[in-house]
């Protein structure tokens, strides 16, 4: 069986017991500790922490996963064994309160041995046996449901039943969180089928195929675990490793070579390609040793290096996750960086790492369709990044030689810093090189450089928050979406508090948007008990409760009090142009740029509108004249706007998510006409026409393929256009020309200005030549033939006074010059020296150092010419 093939029977066997086919989520996680989704799981998350209902008891998927940086980290294993990968499909059935044990592990074995014949002798199961300080206790469950299978199979239970303590048999999210004890499937892939006392070896001869994950307690934070209502059933199970099974062993028939899942049809295609680039040729060899390996095995590390961070850096960017400097966009710049130095080193052409993400797209976009959507913008930003690295790459090696020479007992923390910092060296590349030398990093050292970086970033941009709310309060109800419902709101005082020179107010209902997605608080007032207060922030805490920030008066507000809440209308209107501005420019940004432009952060309030994007390279004029007038044209079209709210799984097709977000189970469709559907909670106008105008201001970098786009609409654009028309119509005046003439009037003035500047520079040389022949007429010539010329001259500003200088020294041949000048209160020294008084022992720049120092001043330079200067 190839990949495809293993894929399409897991899901179809699940599918037909009952099971929903999930599509695989994004790379880009939806909770904020991950770097990427790196389990089936994530997305289930909320169902086992209880946040989102149940839609469908049983599920099954083909998930991407990634594995690289953060807790689950694979990079440092990658090629140098068979089975370890920075991207895998993870394979995984699912039950949300519905089978448990007996029944997960009767249907895995079932899939394994009468589905795809794997020998029921090599197959062995660990169980969870809790040891010293483990939590719960042994889980006789499963045992006595893999005990009953292995004896129907005349399999002695003892030998292939193995107890495992918490380390390898007990899973949990977190600290705290659902987590319960797992049962995980090993096959023995020995020669002759007697591995079994290699389960959890860590050997590729037996390998763990399925993880069955029991989830039954919930952990708390004093360190108990308490049974859970629902009890769940998470598995896992790696495409790769199935695959690679299959192809080592030639469908079970020859256990004689090493089991690798690079033997699978998934790498192939990959390694061929590497191979059609280069010189070399993928043997499959493995090294025993990292630190001793053969020229063979250094080149089949590479091979396997290459195609699984190609496969990697392919998947992430299709999903709109860019290389960067910063959290995720590092790991995957690391990774990039990582293959292209090997390839470098294997002496493949420039290019081939963006080439090799074709054959990616082109292996799997039957299974993953995005790949085919997204191939062109892959491929772009993988040459961009590759070309970037490059450029940078021999400066880093030529450095690197240098600190090796320096420091031959290891390379200090500060120098790795640098070479990170500077020239883009990922700390692993680094180790890489200095491993062939035999020489040390230090990496404590370079950790703490990276940390006062990381504390100078927080420090940037740290922002206090106030938590005046419990659990005992119900979440604010927000009633302020429509623009006509947000005056004069009835409410009542739930919970007051001080901070400062404010009053912190949480009310039972608001029509204050708290800030969020990028969003603006509302401003206003509260009338409470005949008092006005004027709200100028609005925050939603952890509880969902609108924590009001308002200015503190000499009066007092109780809880309990009714209130009248009124938001600053102007302010939301122009507010709400703003965000849906936002849309049309991401839908112009799209069309005019590709789809593979993604958002990377907004800002919205009643002033402008901030929007960043990924981006190759800064977009055109030409490009931001047709993504402007894309806007204008959705604008004048008078599109309508329509808000609805649907389940997280019925989104409409074609509906953007930022998946940087955390959605809940419901969600709010923002659409403009039928040209842009988002998933937002913002303010929104009815028609396109309220924005009324829309003009950008600003294109510019903010980090490494990251843009912003900065834009005004409504008012504030109008001010502008009038503010421009103000200056035009003064140059018409000025020029007295029609608008239409004035840019060639201005050229025109512009080309006669560069001519009396070329005009009065040649005068000023001529005026600075016949001053220096003057000087040097006043030169003394001393015993050894050489000119001496020491003058005072008019007020000349420090060019001038270089030039005229140099031109004494032209005038009288060999000798030295020394000319000074006083503008304002300064006295500027310049000192010319001939080749021949050089060589009679004058030196300019001393000669400068020495009568600057004379007056408290300083200056120096090269033996030919210097400048220095003191007060007068």
């Not at 028939?253 to 390609?273: E, G, K, T, V």
Request: charged content about 25%; aromatic content about 8%.
């Amino acid at each position: 069986m190839n990949s495809d093939e293993i894929r399409r029977s897991f899901l179809d066997f699940f599918s037909g017991r009952g099971h929903g086919i999930v599509k695989s989520s994004s790379l880009m996680p939806d909770a904020p500790n991950l770097l990427f989704t790196n389990a089936g799981m994530n997305q289930f998350v909320p169902i086992f922490l209880g946040e989102k209902n149940i839609t469908f008891p049983r599920a099954a998927d083909s998930q991407k996963c990634i594995r690289a940086g953060g807790k689950h980290n694979d990079l440092d294993d990658v090629g140098f064994d068979t089975y370890h990968h920075t991207f895998f499909e993870m394979l995984g059935n699912w039950s949300f309160g519905d089978y448990f044990k007996r029944e997960a592990i009767e249907m895995a074995w079932e899939l394994l041995t009468k589905v795809w014949h794997f020998p029921t002798e090599r197959l062995y199961a660990t169980v969870y046996s809790p040891g010293p300080g483990d939590p719960a206790s042994f889980d006789g469950e499963a045992h006595a449901t893999w005990e009953k299978i292995f004896s129907d199979e005349n399999i002695d239970p003892k030998v292939h039943i193995v107890s495992g303590a918490k380390a390898d048999n007990f899973w949990m999210m977190g600290d705290t969180g659902p987590c319960g004890p797992c049962t995980e499937i090993h096959m023995d892939l020995t020669p002759d089928g007697s591995g079994g006392n290699l389960v959890n070896g860590g050997t590729p001869r037996c390998i763990e195929l399925w993880n069955l994950v029991f989830i039954q307690f919930n952990a708390t934070a004093d360190g108990k675990f308490t049974a859970l209502e629902n009890k769940h059933v998470d598995t896992g199970m790696g495409l790769e490793r199935v695959a690679g099974i299959f192809a080592t062993t030639g469908k079970f028939s020859d256990f004689s070579r090493l089991p690798s899942n690079y033997d699978s049809d998934l790498f192939s295609d990959i390694f061929c390609a590497i191979e059609r680039m280069g010189k070399k040729k993928y043997s499959g060899t493995v090294p025993p040793s990292r630190s001793a390996m053969s020229e063979r095995e250094r080149v089949d590390f590479w091979f396997r290096a290459i195609a699984d961070h190609a496969r990697t850096l392919t998947f992430a960017v299709s999903d709109g996750i860019f290389p960067s400097n910063e959290g995720r966009g590092y790991v995957l710049r690391r990774i990039l960086r990582r293959a292209v130095m090997f390839g470098k080193l294997m002496q493949l052409p420039n290019g081939f790492f963006a080439e090799l993400s074709a054959t990616v797209a082109e292996k799997m976009c039957g299974v993953f369709p995005e790949l085919e959507e997204q191939k062109s913008s892959v491929e772009a930003v993988l040459r961009s990044e590759e070309m970037a690295f490059a450029r940078t790459l021999d400066n880093g090696v030529l450095i690197f030689d240098d600190i090796c020479k320096k420091s031959r007992s290891g390379i200090r923390g500060d120098d790795a810093f640098l070479l990170y910092d500077t020239y883009g060296f990922p700390l692993d590349l680094t180790q890489l090189m200095a491993a062939d030398r035999g020489i040390p990093v230090d990496v404590d050292g370079f950790e703490a450089n990276m940390e006062r970086q990381r504390s100078m970033a927080r420090a940037a941009q740290k922002k206090s928050t106030v938590e005046i709310s419990d659990r005992s309060l119900p979440p604010t109800e927000f009633v302020g979406y429509s623009i006509d419902a947000i005056e004069n709101v009835t409410a009542q005082l739930i919970n007051v508090a001080e901070d400062g020179d404010s009053l912190l107010l949480i009310f039972d209902r608001t029509p204050f948007y708290a800030e969020c997605g990028g969003q603006v608080a509302d401003r206003g007032t509260a009338h409470i008990g005949g008092v006005t207060f004027h709200i100028t922030d609005v925050q939603k805490d952890k509880n969902g409760c609108h924590v009001h920030r308002a200015k503190k008066t000499t009066a007092t507000a109780k809880i309990g009090q009714s209130a009248l809440l009124t938001v600053n209308k102007n302010i939301r209107r122009n507010t709400a142009r703003n965000h849906s501005a936002t849309h049309i420019l991401q839908f112009a940004l799209r069309k005019v740029l590709g789809n593979h432009v993604k958002q990377a952060g907004s800002y919205v309030d009643d002033k402008r509108l901030r929007f960043d994007f990924n981006a190759l390279s800064a977009p055109t004029d030409s490009e931001i004249e047709r993504i402007e007038n894309l806007v204008r044209e959705k604008i004048l079209n008078c599109e309508e706007s329509s808000i609805c709210e649907v389940p997280m799984g019925a989104i409409p097709d074609g509906c953007l998510a930022n998946f940087g977000e955390k959605y809940g189970e419901i969600v709010r469709v923002v659409a403009l006409g039928d040209f842009s559907k988002e998933l937002c909670g913002g303010c929104h106008v009815k028609n396109t026409a309220e924005i009324a105008c829309f003009r950008i201001v600003s294109s510019s970098a903010i980090a490494s393929g990251i843009r912003r786009m900065e834009a005004l609409t409504g008012e504030a654009a109008f001010d502008l256009f009038r503010s421009n028309c103000a200056i035009v119509d003064k140059q018409c005046r000025d020029f007295s020309c029609q608008p239409c003439d004035v840019v060639g009037r201005v050229e025109q003035l512009l080309v006669r200005c560069r001519e009396l500047e070329k005009f009065a520079r040649a005068a000023r040389q001529t005026e600075l030549k016949s001053i220096a022949a003057d000087i040097a007429a006043s030169g003394m010539r001393s015993e050894d033939g050489l000119v001496h010329v020491e003058k005072n001259v008019q007020s000349l500003d420090g060019e001038d006074l270089r030039t005229l200088a140099l031109n004494v020294l032209n005038a009288i041949g060999e000798g030295t010059v020394i000319l000074s000048a006083r503008l304002g209160e300064k006295i500027t020294v310049a000192v010319c020296c001939s080749k021949a008084a050089i060589s009679f022992g004058h030196h300019a720049g001393n000669i400068v150092k020495k009568i600057a120092a004379a007056h408290g001043g300083s200056g120096g330079g090269r033996p030919e010419f210097a400048m220095g200067g003191y007060c007068a």
